[in-house]
């Protein structure tokens, strides 16, 4: 049975899909590697010009250290040490609002392109009672000093500032770099009057800022009531953090978001008095993606990524996945014309279509980096499919076979090129379509005479043994 020429030829056809398998996984780690890269790109942009950016803030603290006396040890050992007890003291906006816009500004490195921003934030803080600012003594007589207190804003990056300008009232505040904060340290500061510790009638404090960051925007909503107001000129923004946005609207020429959050929603001004992280979110490339962190360890916040859709290179290795399928269906489509036909196709030329219908995926990623994605596409589509059709042509001995294998192939791209625009729904038209080729296969098919394909002939029909009548009496003559 093994040396039929059908078991032969499937041998032969299993041994060419393996080998192209194998191409199409080299294809893989081609495009792997360009995401590699262009991941690479990103990072050399953040450490030139500056990173993904957080706004904290803004926020009063003070630094305070707690002493005492105690005695210890026993008898003629007894002596005086002195104790100490450090803390910060920090007061929250009641009300905090932000006012930003981001103007996108594109930077490469070589064929890799990389989105930046260039922010400006207007930030109205509104403080009540400063009686949070007054120290608590925890011994009894012990001495208590505190340094001046500061009003600060915390960024992710202190290389992406350009310019500031911090107003309390009507009096322009003298900025200086950093925080003084144990754990948010990069930013700026501005060292307020003692006299405003305890205020009972509290404070407004305005900061004007310019800030450039790479790819992502988070912010901490730090106020008893925070209001965020957030517009650009990108089309794509993707929304994450805690907190999505109360109202957006997104176009083609840009989106506005706002966001409206009580204390009563989030535990940010907890999250901040407890010292915990400042994260970018769950997804890959945040900060508790790669450093471990948990959700649990991170302060609330919500985040603004300024993402590609059109990706070249995620998009391509979207695309490379569907590899094997166009080899299957490819296959499937030549085995038909060739037992409906009754053609022959040699191996080698199994192999031949494979190949080309493989180098579709490396023409798509190689045009995609000087092209734009859709143009890539169908120029690399349409190489294939002029190929595959006038291939086919001779193969399958004429035109009018070759031109429908070549359409049927175009088809498949078109799917596929649908597949990879869609997100959420490209399991179902992926499964109905694949569904659909079955069923056309089955129903071309539903005629043949497999046993005959595989013995060389049709088995014979059983047939029915014949009817025994009984036989006529005969009559005598008379």
């Not at 997104?250 to 966001?259: C, D, E, I, L």
Request: charged share 15%.
């Amino acid at each position: 049975m093994f040396k039929h020429p059908l078991f032969t030829k499937l041998a032969a056809l299993t041994a060419i899909t393996v080998l192209l398998l194998f191409g199409l996984g080299l294809i893989e780690d081609v495009v792997r590697d360009r995401l590699r890269y262009r991941s690479i790109t990103a990072q050399s942009v953040a450490e030139s010009l500056a990173g993904p950016q957080t706004l904290m803030g803004p926020m009063i603290h003070s630094a305070c250290v707690e002493s005492w006396d105690e005695e210890v040890g026993k008898g003629d050992e007894r002596r005086m040490v002195e104790r100490r007890r450090e803390f910060i003291l920090t007061a929250m906006p009641e009300q905090l609002k932000l006012t930003t816009g981001a103007a996108m500004e594109e930077r490469a490195r070589g064929l890799h392109k990389v989105n930046t921003y260039n922010l400006k934030a207007n930030v109205t803080a509104q403080w009540g009672s400063l009686a949070s600012l007054l120290p608590q003594s925890s011994m009894k007589n012990s001495r208590m000093h505190c340094g001046a207190p500061i009003v600060m804003m915390a960024v992710g990056d202190a290389r992406g500032i350009r310019t500031a300008q911090f107003t309390m009232g009507s009096q322009a505040l003298a900025l200086k770099p950093g925080t003084f904060h144990p754990t948010y340290s990069r930013g700026l500061h501005a060292v307020l009057p003692e006299s405003v510790r305890g205020k009972a009638d509290g404070l407004t404090a305005t900061l004007d800022l310019e800030l450039v960051g790479t790819e992502r925007l988070a912010i901490v909503p730090l106020g008893g009531n925070t209001e965020v107001l957030m517009t650009s000129s990108w089309p794509h923004p993707s929304f994450a953090g805690r907190f999505l946005p109360s109202e957006r609207e997104v176009k083609k020429t840009g989106f506005s978001a706002q966001w409206r959050l009580s204390s009563l929603a989030t535990t940010a001004q907890a999250d901040i008095a407890n010292g915990k992280r400042i994260c970018l979110g769950a997804d890959e490339g945040s900060d508790y993606a790669h450093n471990g962190a948990t959700p649990g360890d991170c302060a609330d916040s919500f985040s603004v990524a300024f993402i590609d859709p059109v990706n070249p290179y995620s998009l391509s290795d979207r695309a490379t996945k569907y590899g094997v399928l166009f080899i299957a269906l490819t296959f499937v489509a030549v085995g038909l014309f060739e037992l409906m036909k009754k053609l022959r196709v040699h191996p080698v030329q199994y192999l031949l279509v494979g190949s080309a219908l493989c180098s579709f995926f490396l023409l798509l990623v190689s045009l995609s980096e000087h092209l734009p994605f859709g143009i890539s596409y169908a120029v690399a589509a349409s190489a294939c499919v002029l190929l595959l059709a006038y291939y086919a042509s001779h193969m399958l001995g004429g035109l009018t076979r070759g031109v429908p294998l070549g359409a049927g192939i175009a088809l498949l791209y078109g799917l596929l090129y649908v597949l990879l625009q869609l997100e959420q729904t490209a399991l179902v038209v992926g499964a109905i379509a694949l569904f659909l080729v079955l069923a056309a296969v089955m129903v071309l098919t539903r005629k043949v005479n497999w046993y005959g394909l595989s013995q060389g002939g049709t088995p014979p029909r059983p047939t029915m043994p014949p009817v025994q009548r009984p036989a006529a009496p005969r009559t005598e003559a008379a």
